[in-house]
């Protein structure tokens, strides 16, 4: 089971490029960075991020084309069975923010975006140009084989 904070789910055009995106935060952290912004994330708190609270969500959102998990929770299954009905019932996009340094090859395969990457203040955040944190796309060609490009760039902004 994950958890999620109900009260700080929120539209968000910031976190994905060309995205409006329902930005929902996952409890039960297990990452460590130092000067992390949601320190009360790493406890269990929260209600269980079930199917119908994913469709009131997106229902109640009208105009959202991408569900965003800001965390993974402690449930790599429930995630990814998460992720998987998001998909096939909204056909919406679907994105991960992970604090960690990289994740398993497979969740590749169920989102469309990735960012993987701690928190490290002396890199700064993701729209920094020397952060240590990379956001991915994850594209299919039409021949099934799934590319993958960093669009971290594409939060820095241009002189």
């Known amino acids: 089971m994950i958890k999620f904070v109900k009260e700080l789910t929120s ?8 995205m409006v995106s329902l930005a929902v935060e996952i409890s039960n952290c297990q990452g460590n960075c130092i000067g992390c912004h949601s320190p009360f994330l ?7 991020l079930t199917h ?11 105009g959202v084309n ?18 998987r009905y998001v998909k096939e019932r909204h056909h919406i996009q679907v994105a ?3 604090g960690r340094k ?11 975006y990735i960012k993987v990457g701690p928190y490290i203040a ?13 956001l991915y796309k994850i594209r299919v060609t039409g021949e099934g084989e799934r590319l993958v490009e960093d669009i971290t760039s594409r939060f820095w902004k241009k002189k």
């Open 11 to 18: 539209v968000v055009l910031e976190e994905i490029p060309d």
């Open 42 to 48: 790493k406890e269990n708190i929260g209600e269980e």
């Open 52 to 62: 119908q609270e994913i469709s009131n969500m997106i229902e109640d959102n009208y």
């Open 66 to 83: 991408c569900f965003l998990f800001l965390g993974e929770g402690n449930d790599m299954e429930a995630l990814k069975e998460a992720a």
């Open 96 to 98: 991960l923010y992970s």
């Open 102 to 112: 990289a994740v398993e090859d497979e969740l590749f395969s169920l989102f469309d």
């Open 122 to 134: 002396s890199y700064g955040p993701l729209n920094s140009v020397t952060t240590n944190q990379r």
